[in-house]
């Protein structure tokens, strides 16, 4: 009764502070509540909800609860969100989000929302600097470190760019300081991080190798920052998450780099099997974006591009498996790289990433009110520890049935099965396949 009494409370909450707002507000449309008469003070709520209905090849080996499954069927919530935020003074700004990833028939029951970002920040020079602080997504490294999720060109973000998520962060967000803002066409951002405790992550009983692991030892500060130079059409920097495609309404241009680096915040065992050695995480990354219409013909059709470089050091033979929304628990195969089941492939390590994506939307009111937009994206990535370098696919077509307000993606992703030769090294075994229908709602 009490975990009902506290979701009943979240949910009311916009609506009692809107009532309670209600003799300031001049209006409240598309979820957002103005406090002055201008407007240019308001509260703001937006919802977001990702559903996944796929079908995936199993890696070899893989089971759920013990039992052998060679492929499954799944359906679940890939994303679901709600953002509060607003300009509450001139220079006042807050912003918060809640929600859950990867509910899946194999998650805990009844599971509660968890805080994905809560920051305020204070405009020292409006436009050109601001200073804020919490927990947010105000990373360097790349432009899709900290990608809006509602406007993904594809069926989803490119993982591999969020290169610490879960294990010393909340899903990419982190306890920072950072200053924002934009010079001329520079837009910038660069921040002071206070790493997560790792035991508490993703990776947390990784155990001590001759293999780079994230160091238990308690953290040491995180600097990160990333700059962008936007050519044509100025983007907003209201919140730290970067639009995926803007579907022809704007044109944009931008080239960007950044970096990340954190002291000793890897460890290893040395050669001689007993000393216990460290290093830094060092991670730099440049790319280009681009995303326009064709022509000025008012619904024409546009091109979306994205490609990045990272390289990525975290320490001699760092790898880790990734499979989203692992739709398995475990495996029986002896051999596979790290253990990988169900839909998992080492999708991070140290080495260098191209990672690359297009997409081109037809016409407006194609289909009656309703268009569409194919896309590609590939990764490839040359990890050190890989004997075979990795090749991921996933192309698919987005049903755009009301922009991003409601849009049906259907995705073929391809990815490769890695596995440990009798000596030592890790090659390519097979490749193994994912159908996914992806439904998205977002207000």
């Known amino acids: 009764m009490t975990q009902f009494r506290w979701r009943s409370g979240l949910l009311l909450a916009p609506a009692l502070l809107a009532g309670a ?8 449309k598309d ?15 937006t919802l977001l909800n990702q ?61 509660g929302f968890f805080l994905h970002d809560a920051v305020g920040e204070y405009a020292v020079v409006k436009n050109s600097l601001s200073l804020g602080t919490g927990l947010g997504a105000w990373n360097g490294l790349s432009r899709f470190t900290a990608s809006a999720t509602g406007s993904i060109m594809g069926l989803d973000l490119p993982l591999e760019a969020e290169t610490t998520n879960d294990v010393n962060d909340q899903f990419g967000r982190k306890l920072s300081i950072y200053a924002k803002g934009k010079l001329s066409k520079l837009d910038y951002r660069v921040a002071i991080s206070n790493p997560l405790d790792i035991t508490k992550g993703s990776a947390g009983t990784a155990a001590l190798t001759r293999n780079a692991n994230f160091s238990r030892r308690p953290g040491k500060p995180q600097y990160q920052a990333y700059l962008m130079w936007q050519f044509k059409d100025q983007e907003s920097n209201l919140t730290a998450y970067n639009a995926g495609t803007y579907l022809g309404k704007k044109r944009v241009f931008n080239v960007g780099a950044g970096a990340i680096l954190q002291p000793d915040a890897m460890w290893y065992k040395a050669d001689n099997g007993r000393d216990t050695l460290t290093q830094a995480m060092k991670q730099v990354a440049v790319d ?13 059709p546009s091109v979306n591009f994205y490609a990045v470089g990272m390289h990525l050091d975290y320490g001699p033979g760092y790898l880790r498996n990734n499979g989203p929304m692992n739709p398995a628990t475990g495996t029986s ?40 937009m194919p896309y590609v994206s590939y990764q490839y990535s040359h990890y050190k520890r890989l ?18 307000t409601s849009k049906l993606t259907l995705s073929y992703q391809n990815r490769p099965f890695y596995v440990t030769q009798s000596n030592g090294e890790n090659t390519v075994d097979r490749r193994r396949s994912a159908v996914v229908a992806q439904y998205q709602v977002s207000f």
């Open 21 to 28: 707002l209600h003799t300031q507000a001049q209006t409240f």
């Open 31 to 45: 979820g957002k509540l103005t406090l002055n008469p201008d407007g240019s003070h308001y509260i703001k709520m």
């Open 51 to 111: 559903v996944w209905a796929r079908y995936n090849q199993s890696n070899p080996g893989t089971q759920v609860n013990g039992f052998s499954k060679p492929e499954t069927y799944d359906i679940g919530i890939r994303r679901f969100r709600m953002q509060f935020f607003g300009q509450i003074t001139d220079r006042v700004f807050i912003y918060s989000q809640i929600g859950i990833n990867n509910y899946s028939y194999l998650s805990d029951r009844k599971v």
């Open 288 to 300: 280009v974006y681009y995303d326009a219409p064709i022509d000025t013909t008012k619904g024409a």
């Open 333 to 372: 195969s002896t051999n596979a790289l790290l253990g990988a089941f169900g839909n998992a492939f080492p999708q991070y390590g140290t080495g260098n990433v191209l990672y690359s994506q297009l997409g081109y939307k037809l016409r407006d009111n194609l289909v009656g009110e309703t268009t569409f």
């Open 387 to 404: 004997t075979d370098d990795l090749h991921f696919f996933d192309a698919g077509v987005n049903w755009l049935l009301a922009g991003h």
